[in-house]
């Protein structure tokens, strides 16, 4: 019986070496990292490691939508190719993001990851996308750490087309202090590296302008009573807190503040992970005047864009990194054209890191989202960032200024 | 004399004296530091009082669950902040249905009545459901199986909810009757958590008084006395040990209930942090204990939402709201040390001592 089993397994292992022997006949590749090789009929695959279920669903899912439009505008193919396109949730937490980063690298079909959807996943899934060959590109990571020279958290073959939170943070500071007029503020983050960076620029801008701020506090993502933080806070008096979190926590923060004592007229500001039709859910009516930074995306493409959205999903965008993900797929398709080779039997040939030099050669892109240039670090964005406001059951809210 | 007290005083006490008494010359300075900088108000003061006596109230709906199932079987449900989430998170969707139709702003009180029933009667099925299925048949088990029971119970009943009614959150409708606030003398009260504190004692109290006055709750003190002699007595062990279950759960839907006009936002895994706040409470006032727990839970409350402010703003701790819950688990295991039966202490029969 044993010896049976040797045998067949001995048979099935011979078959593999000759069959992986035939695969490779006729491919050279002489890129550092590999490359993926599609056979004539193969599909070329593009994963998406984004946040697509629970709290923070709809920012994943905006952008998944987004890369199916870029993908049936392109016909469903890059090189006659045809695209399987299919991926992970996320679930907006590093250890959605080490499930999620795990599973996909361990697949060597792969050419390019669309995602992460929060920055702090891509803290824990680049590190293995890097080292798996890919190309990643997030539509919505803003963490400023990602991309800068030398942090450890840049790794090779990273890429956005989100904007970086140096912009961001900079941009909302200047708004408080220059628009609305204040010069106290409070700022909260919950831990992730998101929020951390993005309230810590924030801060210091504020400080540079002249401005005071209070305290700088922090909150747990999954906490629901902010009474005693938001006593802290009262105390120092500020006009404004900003928090850039979040859904739930971001909720609860909006409806608690106007119930403690101090805290019923503040400025309450948020950033683009608040900006989600959650938040008119979770904040109830106090979302009414309530601020959040946010990426502009305007143009007769973009107006197309959404029009397709509509048709194709029944609903205007959720979200906001939809047309930055619309770019991310584009991006990544216009770098795989530029390198593959393409065999006379059909067979394409993609060499990793040329791809990813590809990728950072990119120069004048034009995108949906403007005119896209990446750095070696891979900012690709061109970031234009404006300030909306909610108002009680009314949903996008309203720009109310832009620079 | 004095060689027999030196000799049952081990190293460990003295360690953890030492260690109790740094601990409270430190809140102790905390405190006085805090108060001597003048940072908060009064109204600030008296407003996280009333947060942490609300929150307090809820917490102790569900620490009835435990208290009384340990009464009875001696275990810990772990179910139970599984039990406290079905309710309202089911009761959600009535909620906003009524509010679509206008109901609730025109009935407020008929229509939060019957959202309250609605989360009492789901939560008390639940309880019910899993006495039932899961710790029924292993009644006579060696006491680490229902245990172990009880957590795959409560992954079972998490993930079956997520299927029901979805990953994400729902949010509850404001009800306009409870919004703003009465004011005493400059101070306001606001009316969301006047309603919970008084609802929560109202509750509690008819609890007790179940228990303690009602002929049910006689039979459930004798089965928790002594299981085979309450049978022999020709008490149904095991429809008290139901009423028990449904009882526990019918509190944790109100709690939710209560929960939810604090804090709006419903999700499939909403329970465990009230859950394990819960159990903490009961075991603080002495699990098997009804005023106990009422005590217990009161006491959390008051800590964690107070706490942080108090004791950690005066030593200059930055950040200190995120270490309220640490506050609250070294007071527990500092009252567990020195008094390891809680507060009021475990109710405990003849037999069992």
Same mark, same amino acid.
Request: aromatic share 10%; net charge negative; hydrophobic share 50%.
């Given at each position: 019986?044993?010896?049976?089993?040797?045998?067949?397994?001995?048979?099935?292992?011979?078959?593999?070496?000759?069959?992986?022997?035939?695969?490779?006949?006729?491919?050279? #590749?002489?890129?550092?990292?590999?490359?993926?090789?599609?056979?004539?009929?193969?599909?070329?695959?593009?994963?998406?490691?984004?946040?697509?279920?629970?709290?923070?669903?709809?920012?994943?899912?905006?952008?998944?939508?987004?890369?199916?439009?870029?993908?049936?505008?392109?016909?469903?193919?890059?090189?006659?190719?045809?695209?399987?396109?299919?991926?992970?949730?996320?679930? #907006?937490?590093?250890?959605?993001?080490?499930?999620?980063?795990?599973?996909?690298?361990?697949?060597?079909?792969?050419?390019?990851?669309?995602?992460?959807?929060?920055?702090?996943?891509?803290?824990?899934?680049?590190?293995?996308?890097?080292?798996?060959?890919?190309?990643?590109?997030?539509?919505?990571?803003?963490?400023?750490?990602?991309?800068?020279?030398?942090? =450890?958290?840049?790794?090779?073959?990273?890429?956005?087309?989100? *904007?970086?939170?140096?912009?961001?943070?900079?941009? &909302?500071?200047?708004? &408080?202090?220059?628009?609305?007029?204040?010069?106290?503020?409070?700022?909260?983050?919950?831990?992730?590296?998101?929020?951390?960076?993005?309230?810590?620029?924030?801060?210091?801008?504020?400080?540079?302008?002249?401005?005071?701020?209070?305290?700088?506090?922090?909150?747990?993502?999954?906490?629901?009573?902010?009474?005693?933080?938001?006593?802290? +806070?009262?105390?120092?008096?500020?006009?404004?807190?900003?928090?850039?979190?979040?859904?739930?926590?971001?909720?609860?923060?909006?409806?608690?503040?106007?119930?403690?004592?101090?805290?019923?007229?503040?400025?309450?500001?948020?950033?683009?992970?608040?900006?989600? =039709?959650?938040?008119?859910?979770?904040?109830?009516?106090?979302?009414?005047?309530?601020?959040?930074?946010?990426?502009?995306?305007?143009?007769?493409?973009?107006?197309?864009?959404? &029009?397709?959205?509509?048709?194709?999903?029944?609903?205007? =965008?959720?979200?906001?990194?939809?047309? *930055?993900?619309?770019?991310?797929?584009?991006?990544?398709?216009?770098? +795989?054209?530029?390198?593959?080779?393409?065999?006379?039997?059909?067979?394409?040939?993609?060499?990793?890191?040329?791809?990813?030099?590809?990728?950072?050669?990119?120069?004048?892109?034009?995108?949906?989202?403007?005119?896209?240039? #990446?750095?070696?670090?891979?900012? #690709?964005?061109?970031?234009? +960032?404006?300030?909306?406001?909610?108002?009680?059951?009314?949903?996008?809210?309203?720009?109310?200024?832009? =620079? | 004399?004095?060689?027999?007290?030196?000799?049952?005083?081990?190293?460990?006490?003295?360690?953890?004296?030492?260690?109790?008494?740094?601990?409270?010359?430190?809140?102790?300075?905390?405190?006085?530091? %805090?108060?001597?900088?003048?940072?908060?108000?009064?109204?600030?003061?008296?407003?996280?009082?009333?947060?942490?006596?609300?929150?307090?109230?809820?917490?102790?709906?569900? $620490?009835?669950?435990?208290?009384?199932?340990?009464?009875?079987?001696?275990?810990?449900?772990?179910?139970?902040?599984?039990?406290?989430?079905?309710?309202?998170?089911?009761?959600?969707?009535?909620?906003?249905?009524?509010?679509?139709? !206008?109901?609730?702003?025109?009935?407020?009180?008929?229509?939060?009545?019957?959202? %309250?029933?609605?989360?009492?009667?789901?939560?008390?099925? @639940?309880?019910?459901?899993?006495?039932? @299925?899961?710790?029924?048949?292993?009644?006579?088990?060696?006491?680490?199986?229902?245990?172990?029971?009880?957590?795959?119970?409560?992954?079972? /009943?998490?993930?079956?909810?997520? !299927?029901?009614?979805?990953?994400?959150?729902?949010?509850?409708?404001?009800?306009?009757?409870?919004?703003?606030?009465?004011?005493?003398?400059?101070?306001?009260?606001?009316? %969301?958590?006047?309603?919970?504190?008084?609802?929560?004692?109202?509750?509690?109290?008819?609890?007790?008084?179940?228990?303690?006055?009602?002929?049910?709750?006689?039979?459930?003190?004798?089965?928790?006395?002594?299981?085979?002699?309450?049978? /022999?007595?020709?008490?149904?062990?095991? $429809?008290?040990?139901?009423? %028990?279950?449904?009882?526990?759960?019918?509190?944790?839907?109100?709690?939710?209930?209560?929960?939810?006009?604090?804090?709006?936002? @419903?999700?499939?895994?909403? !329970?465990?942090?009230?859950?394990?706040?819960?159990?903490?409470?009961?075991?603080?006032?002495?699990?098997?204990?009804?005023?106990?727990?009422?005590?217990?839970?009161?006491?959390?409350?008051?800590?964690?939402?107070?706490?942080?402010?108090?004791?950690?703003?005066?030593? !200059?701790?930055?950040?200190?709201?995120?270490?309220?819950?640490?506050?609250?688990?070294?007071?527990?295991?500092?009252? /567990?040390?020195?008094?390891?039966?809680?507060? /009021?202490?475990?109710?405990?029969?003849?037999?069992?001592?």
């Amino acid at each position: 019986m044993t010896k049976r089993l040797f045998v067949v397994l001995s048979l099935f292992i011979v078959a593999a070496l000759l069959l992986t022997a035939c695969g490779q006949k006729g491919v050279e #590749c002489d890129d550092p990292i590999g490359c993926v090789v599609i056979g004539p009929n193969e599909p070329v695959h593009i994963a998406y490691a984004l946040v697509v279920a629970g709290p923070n669903e709809t920012l994943g899912i905006d952008s998944r939508n987004g890369i199916e439009i870029a993908i049936s505008d392109t016909g469903g193919e890059i090189l006659g190719h045809p695209v399987q396109f299919d991926g992970e949730d996320t679930g #907006c937490n590093a250890e959605g993001g080490q499930a999620a980063g795990t599973k996909l690298a361990a697949d060597s079909t792969i050419v390019a990851v669309i995602g992460t959807s929060c920055s702090s996943e891509a803290r824990v899934a680049m590190p293995l996308f890097s080292e798996a060959g890919f190309v990643v590109v997030s539509p919505s990571n803003t963490a400023p750490d990602l991309t800068e020279a030398g942090n =450890p958290n840049n790794y090779p073959g990273y890429f956005r087309t989100a *904007h970086n939170d140096q912009v961001q943070g900079r941009v &909302a500071a200047e708004f &408080a202090y220059n628009v609305l007029g204040v010069r106290r503020a409070a700022t909260i983050h919950d831990g992730s590296l998101y929020a951390e960076k993005l309230q810590e620029v924030f801060a210091n801008t504020f400080a540079e302008l002249g401005g005071t701020v209070t305290t700088q506090q922090a909150v747990d993502p999954n906490q629901t009573d902010m009474s005693s933080v938001l006593t802290s +806070i009262a105390a120092g008096n500020p006009e404004i807190i900003y928090f850039p979190i979040f859904m739930p926590a971001g909720g609860f923060i909006i409806r608690q503040a106007r119930i403690t004592p101090g805290l019923e007229e503040v400025y309450l500001m948020g950033a683009d992970g608040l900006f989600s =039709p959650d938040v008119m859910q979770g904040g109830g009516a106090e979302v009414e005047g309530f601020m959040v930074s946010s990426p502009l995306v305007q143009g007769p493409d973009y107006d197309a864009f959404v &029009a397709k959205y509509q048709e194709m999903f029944g609903t205007a =965008p959720i979200s906001i990194f939809h047309a *930055h993900a619309y770019d991310a797929y584009m991006l990544v398709k216009a770098a +795989i054209e530029s390198v593959a080779i393409v065999q006379s039997d059909g067979t394409l040939i993609i060499p990793r890191q040329a791809l990813r030099d590809a990728m950072a050669a990119t120069t004048n892109f034009d995108g949906l989202t403007g005119n896209l240039t #990446c750095t070696p670090t891979g900012d #690709c964005a061109d970031p234009y +960032i404006a300030v909306y406001q909610y108002h009680a059951g009314q949903y996008p809210p309203e720009v109310i200024w832009q =620079p | 004399m004095f060689r027999t007290w030196r000799q049952k005083i081990t190293m460990t006490d003295i360690m953890v004296w030492i260690i109790g008494l740094s601990i409270a010359v430190v809140v102790i300075w905390g405190t006085i530091s %805090t108060l001597q900088s003048g940072k908060y108000s009064a109204a600030s003061w008296f407003d996280l009082v009333i947060k942490g006596l609300a929150l307090g109230g809820v917490y102790a709906l569900i $620490a009835m669950g435990y208290t009384l199932v340990y009464g009875i079987l001696r275990m810990i449900n772990f179910a139970h902040s599984e039990v406290f989430m079905s309710g309202p998170f089911t009761a959600v969707f009535l909620a906003n249905a009524l509010q679509s139709n !206008g109901f609730l702003s025109r009935q407020p009180l008929l229509g939060m009545l019957a959202i %309250t029933l609605l989360s009492m009667a789901v939560s008390m099925s @639940v309880a019910i459901l899993v006495e039932r @299925v899961a710790y029924r048949p292993l009644r006579n088990a060696p006491r680490l199986v229902p245990l172990i029971t009880a957590i795959g119970a409560s992954f079972f /009943l998490q993930y079956t909810f997520r !299927g029901f009614y979805g990953s994400g959150f729902e949010a509850y409708p404001t009800i306009e009757a409870l919004n703003g606030y009465w004011r005493i003398g400059a101070i306001p009260l606001f009316k %969301t958590q006047a309603v919970v504190i008084i609802a929560a004692v109202v509750m509690m109290f008819l609890l007790y008084a179940i228990v303690m006055w009602s002929k049910l709750g006689k039979a459930m003190r004798a089965v928790s006395e002594d299981k085979e002699a309450a049978a /022999l007595m020709g008490i149904d062990v095991d $429809a008290i040990i139901v009423f %028990t279950f449904a009882l526990g759960g019918a509190a944790a839907g109100a709690g939710g209930i209560l929960y939810i006009l604090q804090f709006p936002v @419903v999700h499939f895994y909403m !329970g465990f942090i009230p859950g394990l706040k819960a159990f903490t409470a009961a075991v603080l006032g002495g699990i098997g204990n009804v005023p106990g727990a009422f005590l217990g839970a009161m006491v959390l409350g008051l800590l964690e939402s107070v706490g942080p402010n108090l004791f950690l703003d005066g030593l !200059g701790i930055p950040v200190a709201s995120q270490l309220k819950d640490a506050i609250a688990f070294i007071i527990l295991v500092f009252i /567990l040390i020195f008094r390891p039966s809680g507060i /009021l202490g475990e109710r405990l029969s003849q037999t069992k001592v």
